[in-house]
Nanobody
Framework: QVQLVESGGGLVQAGGSLRLSCAAS????????MGWFRQAPGKERIAVAELWTSGNTYYLAAVKGRFTISRDAAKNTVYLQMNNLKPDDTGVYYC????????????WGQGTQVTVSS
């Protein structure tokens, strides 16, 4: 099992920045991919950024150039640096982990609220 705990959410004005953290514990060596997902009110949860152990990344088009996903292996922590935030970035952000060969994310954190005011 892998446990994930997010932190770093909050209320910020448009144009501001936040850094989300996701601390992993348990069988972290079994994780191959980490991702950040967002669920806005009344909408489905979508992938915002993903990071493979190879170093390859994926970003939602709307956040490219503004968000950066990174990992500190020594701390078993994944970060999402969010700059130039926009009201459309508002939502609950979830950290997720996938094991090798899996077609879906197996482990999820509890989520952290990000609210961007205009």
């Amino acid at each position: 099992q892998v446990q994930l705990v997010e932190s770093g959410g909050g209320l910020v004005q448009a144009g501001g920045s936040l850094r989300l953290s996701c601390a992993a514990s348990g069988r972290t060596f079994s994780v191959s991919t980490m991702g950040w997902f967002r669920q806005a009110p009344g909408k489905e949860r979508i992938a915002v950024a993903e990071l493979w152990t190879s170093g390859n990344t994926y970003y939602l088009a709307a956040v490219k150039g503004r968000f950066t996903i990174s990992r500190d292996a020594a701390k078993n922590t994944v970060y999402l640096q969010m700059n130039n935030l926009k009201p459309d970035d508002t939502g609950v952000y979830y950290c997720a982990a996938k094991i090798p060969g899996a077609t879906k994310y197996d482990y999820w954190g509890q989520g952290t609220q990000v609210t961007v005011s205009s």
